[in-house]
């Protein structure tokens, strides 16, 4: 079986992403799914340093590349009004092709303990 994948414009228009490589799990207090919710902010140090801060804990990474690239796929359908085949009688035929959505050839890596973020309080007088 073939399937084609279509990688749209020319060379150097396929948007470039990473992934974020966290040694360890994310828990919530309510255990809740993260799926789809704000998890914290991601910086950049002049030097290229990549900087997670989640509530009140700040993660150092670094920059790494991939040894293998991943793309991004996105699946399309598209229906052909053809004859239907003997074994079904009232489906249509679809085409499947995959279109690149990303290519992936980096990846932040924080492979550190978090650390906490704490406010400078003055002492009592």
Known sequence: ????????GGPGQCP???????QGGLETRNNVSLNGRFIGDLHFTHKNVPVLIIGHHILYGKLCDLEKPFAVLTKKHSDNDEMPDQNST???HTDIHYLVKAIIRKRLLFKTRP???IANVPKKL
């Open 1 to 8: 079986m073939q399937i084609p994948i279509k990688i749209p």
């Open 16 to 22: 470039e992403w990473a992934i974020i490589d966290l």
């Open 90 to 92: 009232d489906q249509l």
């Open 115 to 117: 650390k906490p973020i």
